[in-house]
Every structure is written in C-alpha cells, then in structure tokens.
T-cell receptor, first 115, second 115 residues
Framework: DAEITQSPRHKITETGRQVTLACHQT?????MFWYRQDLGHGLRLIHY???????NKGEVSDGYSVSRSNTEDLPLTLESAASSQTSVYFC??????????????FGSGTRLTVV | GDSVTQMEGPVTLSEEAFLTINCTYT??????LFWYVQYPGEGLQLLLK?????DKGSNKGFEATYRKETTSFHLEKGSVQVSDSAVYFC??????????????FGQGTRLTINP
C-alpha cells in the first residue's frame, strides 16, 4: 500500500545544531508540504513543493529550508535550531489536480524538542 | 488572504450528546472545504469534504454543509461517542498556479467526550 512516512518520530537537539527531518511518500504525488503544529495556532505552512526541483516558502519559513531532488522525498532542514522551533512537524502530500478525491495525505508527525 | 476560523475549544460533552463545531472562512473564489481529525498521538486524517456550495460532506456520522451565503462549514454529529475524542481541524484549499492546491487550516478544536 502507498504511504507517507516521517522520521524520526521524536528528536531532541541542542540550540544551534543543524537538524534534518525526513519525509518519504510512495503515492507518486507531485505536491508535498511541511507544516508545524503549535497550540493555539493550528497547522502553519513552512515550505511546499509542486514537483521535482520546485520549492516555495510558506507563512513561517524563516530558519527552515527544503530541497526536492525526486518525487518521493522532501527533507526539511533547520539550519540552526532555536527553542522557538520546538514543535510537532507534519509532512503531507497531494495529487496535482484541484479536486483530488482524498485531499491531503499526512504523515504521523515528528516531535522536535530544541533544548 | 484566505483564512479559516473555528470555535474556541476545548469542547467537553457527554456521550450521546449533539455536537456542533463552528467553522467560517474567508476566501476569494470557490475553495473546497475540509474537516480533518487528529486522534491522540496520530497524524491528521481526512474526515469529510465538500467541493462546491450546498454540498454536504458526511462520514462516520459526521456531517457538514458548504454554505456560501454564510461562508460556513459547521461540523455536526447527532450522537457522539467516547471514541470521537480528538482534535478537529477545518480547512480550505486554495488553487494556485498549474492546478496545484494549498491547504489553509483553522486553529483546531479539541473535543473530549465523557462516558
């Protein structure tokens, strides 16, 4: 069965370190997204990609970067982790047509703690 | 810009009570509307969707009707169960270039059902 997987599920890192969160999907979806979930803010879009070699900034992109070298993967990198980046991170993918039958497919999330 | 506003939580109900979670949106054009559910420790799952005005989405006893005149998409269930305890997110998709979609989420409403 097709799936979208995130790794690691939990990560503790120190302030200033570079951290990369992995997202891998086997749906063959063109669109991939990274969100962070914080109490009182719901989900906020960090970066997104509409295909290989395409990346775009979302509403809270400062301090984060992504790259899309193939269809399956969209890794999220925190260049220099800060305590404000402690959050739960969700990756999602979707079909390219406007009314995909299942909306988005989400990963199970990565809980990142920056100490 | 496009936005989604949900009723403040948390919401606590007794089993078999009637549930309404309010959701209103601001958007240009004609977005598709979604309700996602997040069970404890899991990622988001699509609960239901509606793609045009007056459409009713339904799943697992939940319903929501796309009301263009009031820009609303309220979630309802006639008789809730303990297993419905979760966080519920209202969302809309905005179509951007080349038919791709971007999801905009509300802040989420935490629902707790007591036996």
């Amino acid at each position: 069965d097709a799936e979208i997987t995130q790794s690691p599920r939990h990560k503790i890192t120190e302030t200033g370190r570079q951290v990369t969160l992995a997202c891998h999907q086997t749906w063959n979806h063109n669109n991939m997204f990274w969100y962070r979930q914080d109490l009182g803010h719901g989900l906020r879009l960090i970066h997104y990609s509409y295909g290989v070699q395409d990346t775009n900034k979302g509403e809270v992109s400062d301090g984060y970067s992504v790259s899309r070298s193939n269809t399956e993967d969209l890794p999220l990198t925190l260049e220099s982790a800060a305590s404000s980046q402690t959050s739960v991170y969700f990756c999602a993918s979707s079909e390219s047509i406007r009314e995909g039958p299942n909306g988005y497919t989400f990963g199970s999330g990565t809980r990142l703690t920056v100490v | 810009g496009d936005s989604v506003t949900q009723m403040e939580g948390p919401v606590t109900l007794s089993e078999e009570a009637f549930l309404t979670i309010n959701c209103t949106y601001t958007a240009t054009g004609y977005p598709s509307l979604f309700w996602y559910v997040q069970y404890p420790g899991e990622g988001l799952q699509l609960l239901l969707k509606a793609t045009k005005a007056d459409d009713k989405g339904s799943n697992k006893g939940f319903e929501a009707t796309y009301r263009k005149e009031t820009t609303s998409f309220h979630l309802e269930k006639g008789s809730v169960q303990v297993s419905d305890s979760a966080v519920y997110f209202c969302a809309l998709t905005k179509t951007v270039v080349q038919g791709a979609q971007k999801l905009v989420f509300g802040q989420g409403t935490r629902l707790t059902i007591n036996p």
